[in-house]
């Protein structure tokens, strides 16, 4: 079978949940046994999110290749269960980047290089070579941005071509907008959609199926009109109502039949799909009443989406123990006193410190690692989690009290977290340690229970790294040393010998959890914190 693209432009405002459609468009097509593969790309330039502020960009999802991508891909990785690659996230800047290497190498001839035909070829061959690449069968590529936005110009371009030369058969595109509902006339409008439709028309672009974002359902009339203006069929006009979980999306837009209207065009068959797992899970979840309370301390929390995967993994462990997961977000610059910690954390029944970079806030962290280490809350530490958790032990169990990381302090006389001897004097940029790598497991640990496996391979996203210096002095604590990368004897998990759950593992294990397979160790941790509060509740 040829390569087959839909393509996912957005139009009226931002933050419409083009993802979302994007993820459920591919796991309905999936579930309909066609090899599929999502991507992203973004109009901005920036090479990759990884140096932005996650307050502008959210968090940066990590593949297994160590790209370090757009949260969407967290998304399409959740909803289809495909990995992606580095490849499946393209920039702008990327695009630009290897123009411009060409250009000095002489890659070009002397021939001047333009927007048309340079930008958008090399946009259209990474588009074609992220499906080719990864064997699919269907590659759904999400234009990001809003319509009509001057940077996403050679996007729009390079897409319309695709079209020109694949043929409808070949090709679908899909658009997103906005619907918004009028209380004081009680009306749904539909003329942003009409002119964003429009908008994309004049860049050549004739729409095959619109996505209706809407808070209500929309009326017979309400769709009539839409294909009437939009120059769709009726059946092409597909309702997005706003759901209570990202993960009823799919459900919704299978009613609304956008995947038999997708195989139609693209000649797939349309076969039989069975979504009643994932239907079932969406029920666990809106039927949840009993609470568990997660504390979440870190310093981007007025963002929910710093820690997008974290949060998700969070649910489907939630939806595993049928627990509604309550997380409190704590700004760990808050928490600077021992009674700083009392309030906020006394109530909670489980503790997490995710991943971050940069000094700000750690003290609160360690503050809080402490609270869960000394009252037997369980606690949970994700990469600088970990590195929290060693420096905390290090300081109130093995009297280094001024044990610290060398990122954050250069004079500690104890750096139990540091770079590795071979990354020093290195450009800052190169040396992030990125991607899958292996871990072997001790056996008779909280890690080994909870994989039951002895060998494992997780993301990784961090500079610093558990010193290997100071080992000698935790393997004689309570502090157990229970996974190490193999190949550079690397520290991997730490955990607390007398307590009832206490873990922190270098790597991120929040990128290979999905809804309906809760990653072991969140799955083992909220087991932890469910074990708590019934024990609170004697
Ligand atoms: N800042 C720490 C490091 O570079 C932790 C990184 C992280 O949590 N992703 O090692």
Redesign the pocket.
């Known amino acids: 079978m040829k390569t087959k693209f839909i393509f996912i432009t957005g139009g009226v405002v931002s933050s419409l949940g083009k993802g979302i459609a994007a993820a459920s468009i591919g796991m309905l097509l999936k579930n309909r046994g066609v090899k599929v593969v999502n991507q992203k790309f973004d109009p901005y330039l920036n090479i990759d999110p990884g140096t932005m502020n996650p307050y502008q960009h959210g968090e940066v999802f990590v593949t297994e290749d160590g790209g370090e991508t757009d949260l969407d891909l967290g998304h399409y990785e959740r909803f289809t269960d495909v990995a992606l690659r580095k490849q499946n996230n393209t920039t702008a800047g990327k695009v630009y980047l290897s123009i411009l290497e060409r250009e000095r190498d002489g890659g070009y001839g002397g021939n001047t290089v333009q927007a048309i035909p340079h930008v958008t070829d090399e946009i259209k061959n990474r588009i074609i070579a992220g499906g080719v690449q990864t064997g699919a069968d269907v590659v759904i590529t999400e234009i990001g941005g809003t319509v009509g936005d001057i940077e996403s110009l050679p996007f729009i371009e390079a897409i319309r071509q695709i079209r020109q030369q694949v043929g409808r058969s070949r090709c679908v595109f899909v658009h997103l907008g906005l619907l918004p509902y009028l209380k004081e006339c009680g009306e749904i409008k539909t003329k942003p959609m009409q002119h964003s439709v429009k908008e994309l028309l004049g860049f050549g672009i004739q729409p095959d199926i619109i996505l209706c974002r809407t808070e209500r359902s929309l009326t017979k009339s309400i769709r009539e009109k839409l294909a009437l203006f939009c120059n769709v069929a009726s059946n092409a006009v597909i309702e997005n109502r706003t759901a209570k979980s990202i993960y009823e999306v799919p459900l919704m837009l299978e009613k609304e039949g956008i995947a038999h209207l997708l195989c139609e065009q693209l000649e797939i068959p349309d076969e039989r799909s069975d979504l009643s797992s994932w239907k079932e899970m969406v029920e666990t979840l809106y039927s949840l009443d009993s609470v568990v309370k997660i504390a979440l301390v870190g310093k981007y929390v007025e963002l929910h989406d710093a820690y997008l995967s974290v949060q998700e993994a969070l649910i489907a462990a939630g939806i595993y123990h049928k627990k509604r997961i309550d997380i409190q977000w704590i700004d760990s610059e808050l928490v600077c006193t021992a009674e700083d910690a009392q309030k906020y954390l006394s109530s909670v029944h489980g503790i997490i410190v995710p ?3 940069g000094n700000r806030g750690t003290e609160g962290m360690l503050l809080a690692a402490g609270y869960a280490r000394e009252r037997g809350i369980p606690y949970f530490g994700i ?2 989690g970990l ?1 929290i958790a060693v420096i905390e032990f290090a300081r109130s169990v093995l009297g280094m009290s001024d044990a610290h990381s060398t ?1 954050f302090s250069t004079t500690t006389e104890h750096p139990v977290i540091d770079l590795m001897p071979d990354q020093k004097g290195v450009q800052l940029g190169g040396t992030l340690r990125l991607g899958l790598y292996r871990c072997t497991i001790s056996e008779g640990t909280l890690a080994e229970s909870a994989y039951k496996v002895h060998e494992i391979q997780e993301r990784h ?4 790294e558990f010193n290997n210096v100071f080992r000698d002095r935790f393997e004689g604590s309570s502090m157990q040393l229970s996974g190490r990368n193999p190949e550079r004897d690397l520290v991997e998990i730490i955990e607390l010998k007398d307590h009832p759950w206490f873990v922190g593992v270098q790597f991120h294990p929040e990128f290979a959890s999905r809804p309906n397979r809760p990653h072991p160790l969140f799955r083992d941790f909220i087991g932890a914190a469910v074990g708590l509060r019934s024990e609170a509740e004697k």
Not at 461 to 464: A, C, F, L
């Open positions: 991943g971050g970079f990469c600088l590195q990122e996203r961090h500079r610093y």
